[in-house]
């Protein structure tokens, strides 16, 4: 089965070859053609496309993973009226001190809100339960990222943009034909753009080729 995303704007290798108009074609798992939308699809007829608005860039890393499942507690829709729905950090996660089971519940929606942000690569740490639940969902592992992952000032953030980082700095790495289809669209007009909205204005990222998040 192949899939066409077409996007007002493709950055392939971030602000590198921009294609204006542009589309990736991901058949399985795998990119397999990257181009102008009308040459892209003259040359997959019967393709599914899937149009979006703004711009298509790499997924994005999320060195500080680890951290924002095992010392960050994200609330279930249902204690809203208790807790709130942001993130629970420091103080107010300790006051919490949430057990196993309830942490298992967050580490759930924790994958859930970094694949709202674009991610498709995470750094961890050695905690098994962590690795695997990360396994689960399809995100991929960055090597080596507690000894590579950057300081940050007040505690990692689920955008990876707020640490001050650029689209190069934040993509998992290029787009490319037969490389792995991980990839995210953004409500943004270019790259410079992208980073001043944030990663919360991700509206869908796309794992090995499934569609895993997609803004309502």
């Known amino acids: 089965m192949l899939t066409i995303h077409a996007?007002?704007?493709?950055?392939?290798?971030?602000?590198?070859?921009?294609?204006?108009?542009?589309?990736?074609?991901?058949?399985?798992?795998e990119i397999a053609a990257i181009g102008p939308y009308e040459v892209v699809v003259a040359?997959?007829?019967?393709?599914?496309?899937?149009?979006?608005?703004?711009?298509?860039?790499?997924?994005?890393?999320?060195w500080h993973a680890h951290w924002l499942l095992t010392r960050v507690y994200h609330p279930d829709p249902r204690e809203a009226g208790e807790l709130g729905t942001a993130p629970l950090t420091g103080?107010?996660?300790?006051?919490l001190a949430p057990d196993a089971a309830r942490m298992a519940g967050s580490v759930r929606r924790g994958i859930?809100?970094?694949?709202?942000?674009?991610?498709?690569?995470?750094?961890l740490g050695a905690r098994p339960e962590i690795r695997q639940a990360v396994a689960r969902a399809g995100l991929r592992e960055v090597a080596n990222a507690p000894r590579l992952a950057p300081p940050v000032r007040d505690g990692p953030h689920l955008d990876p943009f707020v640490e001050g980082h650029d689209l190069?700095?934040?993509?998992?790495?290029?787009?490319?034909?037969?490389?792995?289809?991980?990839?995210?669209?953004?409500?943004?007009?270019?790259?410079?753009?992208l980073a001043g909205r944030g990663?919360?204005?991700?509206?869908?990222?796309?794992?090995?080729?499934?569609?895993?998040?997609?803004?309502?």
Do not use: I, K, N, Y
């Not at 040359?43 to 999320?62: D, S």
């Not at 859930?112 to 750094?123: F, K």
């Not at 869908?204 to 803004?215: H, P």
């Open 168 to 193: 190069a700095g934040t993509a998992h790495g290029p787009l490319t034909v037969g490389g792995p289809a991980d990839l995210a669209v953004f409500d943004a007009d270019d790259a410079t753009d």
């Open 91 to 95: 103080p107010a996660f300790e006051a």
């Open 199 to 216: 990663a919360g204005s991700c509206l869908a990222t796309v794992l090995g080729g499934r569609l895993v998040f997609r803004r309502r």
């Open 112 to 123: 859930q809100r970094m694949l709202a942000h674009g991610t498709t690569h995470v750094g």
């Open 43 to 62: 040359a997959h007829p019967g393709a599914r496309v899937r149009r979006w608005p703004g711009v298509l860039t790499p997924g994005l890393r999320q």
């Open 7 to 29: 996007a007002d704007l493709v950055l392939p290798a971030g602000e590198d070859s921009p294609v204006a108009g542009g589309a990736v074609v991901v058949r399985g798992a």
